[in-house]
């Protein structure tokens, strides 16, 4: 409605400004000096007419057509482009109905499969982010990634199973140790019945991974059914069950402490 009061001004004073024209060109104040101002439509229009035909006559109801015509035309244009600035017409499809099904269908594929893969990253960049600090005082920082990248390709796959034990270490660790760094891993990425990892994977890799840790003080190998029991605690215990916070994703780590304060 408010564009179209615009276009109604702005025909009327198109309009006003036509007739002023015309009168000005009336009242040519030269018409005294007997020179007939110049029309380009006389000579066109009026070659063959008789003499006694005034021209200024003709040419002013002439002007008087075009503006009544100038004045329909606009008032029509004003209409259209109002139609066209609001409306759709119904034989031109819209923006919306314009994707197909199958590409509709294909983008909510690739948007899902992009979402989970942004939350997996985001996962594992925490993980390593830990390792890097739990495992400092324990593992040489040259096979600080060697050690990590093991780790977290059972973090992204809970039936891998490692085939090469890892013996070097700065400071020995015990079985302890080990089952809560797995523990604390596993239990973001959703350990438990009915969940993604089991008690078994855990112990699975554990057994495997760091089989010179997993046995008796008389040598033995731990059983499996022992290794299974992950936060089980002892007095020598160098790393601790890291339980998980309300977001249930960082540690408690320096670098993820202050965040996980903020969103509390």
Excluded at 68 to 81: L, Q, S
Excluded at 133 to 152: A, G, H, K, Q, R
Excluded at 232 to 250: A, K, M, R
């Amino acid at each position: 409605m408010y564009m179209a009061v615009q276009y109604a001004f702005v025909g009327m004073a198109q309009t006003r400004k036509t007739k002023d024209k015309v009168t000005m060109e009336n009242s040519n104040p030269h018409a005294e000096d007997g020179q007939t101002p110049v029309f380009l439509l006389e000579a066109k229009s009026f070659a063959n007419e008789p003499e006694d035909i005034n021209p200024v006559g003709c040419v002013e109801e002439f002007s008087n057509n075009i503006t009544e015509t100038e004045v329909t035309e606009e008032i029509a244009v004003t209409d259209n482009k109002v139609i066209s600035d609001d409306e759709t017409p119904d034989n031109e499809p819209s923006a919306v109905s314009a994707a197909s099904p199958s590409s509709t269908y294909q983008q909510g594929i690739d948007d899902f499969y992009q979402s989970q893969a942004e939350i997996q990253k985001k996962k594992l960049d925490t993980i390593y982010e830990y390792l890097l600090y739990i495992m400092s005082p324990f593992v040489y920082e040259e096979d600080m990634d060697e050690f990590c990248t093991d780790l977290l390709r059972f973090a992204m796959d809970h039936n891998y199973r490692p085939e090469v034990e890892w013996k070097r270490y700065k400071t020995k660790l015990s079985s302890f140790d080990v089952r809560h760094l797995v523990w604390s891993i596993a239990i973001r990425l959703g350990l438990g019945k009915g969940k993604v990892y089991s008690n078994d994977d855990c112990a699975c890799y554990i057994e495997r991974r760091f089989a010179s840790l997993c046995v008796t003080a008389s040598g033995e190998s731990l059983s499996h059914s022992t290794l299974r029991n992950l936060t089980v605690t002892s007095n020598s215990d160098q790393i601790h069950c890291d339980i998980q916070g309300e977001d249930g994703l960082l540690f408690h780590i320096p670098s993820q402490l202050g965040v996980e304060k903020d969103r509390r």
